[in-house]
C-alpha cells in the first residue's frame, strides 16, 4: 500500500497522527477484503487543510461555497466495465482523502470526544467513498453508518 499524507496547514502533524490515518485506511481495506496475498495493493492520497482550503474546493468541485470536513476523490467507480488505474507498482489508485483540521477539532470537541478519533472517522468514512459507498439514500447512509462503527471498532477508536 502506498500512502501519501500532505499537511498543508501549521498543525503539528507527526508519526503519531500518521499511524492514526494509516490505521483507519488499513482496517477499511482489511473490513472490505482489498488485499491480494496479505498485501494491501493500492495507493490513497491524504491531504491535511484548512476550513479555507476545503471550502475552496468544495465550492469548486461540489459547488456548495462552504467548509465542510472531510471531501473524498474516487478514482473507481467499481462497476464491471471500468479500466482500473494502477500505479507504478501495479496498485489501484483509489483516490484522494481531504481533511479539514479546522473542522476536525471543532467537530471532535462538539461531539466530546479525542481529535483522535475524529480524524480516524473522517479517515474511514472517506475510505468508504473511495470504495464505492455513498449516502444519498437513506438506505445507503444507514450502510455506511454500520460500517464506520465496525470499521472503528476494529481499529480500536470505538465510539
Not at 13 to 18: A, I, L, Q, R, S
Not at 33 to 43: A, L, P
Not at 67 to 93: G, K, R
Request: with cysteine; aromatic share 8%; charged share 35%.
Amino acid at each position: 500500500m502506498t500512502l501519501y499524507v500532505d499537511n498543508r496547514t501549521t498543525f503539528e502533524w507527526g508519526e503519531k497522527w500518521e499511524e492514526i490515518v494509516k490505521k483507519a485506511v488499513r482496517t477499511s481495506l482489511d473490513y472490505e477484503g482489498f488485499e491480494k496475498e496479505g498485501e494491501f495493493e493500492c495507493e490513497i492520497s491524504v491531504s491535511i487543510v484548512t476550513n479555507e482550503e476545503i471550502q475552496k474546493l468544495n465550492k469548486e468541485f461540489r459547488n456548495i461555497d462552504k467548509a465542510t470536513d472531510v471531501l473524498s476523490f474516487p478514482m473507481c467507480t467499481f462497476e464491471e466495465e471500468e479500466v482500473i488505474d494502477c500505479n507504478e507498482n501495479n496498485e489501484v489508485v483509489l483516490g484522494d482523502i481531504v481533511i479539514s483540521i479546522d473542522k476536525a477539532k471543532q467537530q471532535a470537541e462538539e461531539y466530546g470526544h479525542s481529535l483522535e478519533r475524529e480524524i480516524a472517522f473522517l479517515t474511514v468514512h472517506s475510505m468508504l467513498h473511495l470504495m464505492g459507498y455513498d449516502h444519498m439514500e437513506a438506505e445507503e447512509e444507514k450502510e455506511m453508518i454500520k460500517k464506520q462503527k465496525e470499521i472503528l471498532q476494529q481499529a480500536g477508536f470505538a465510539i
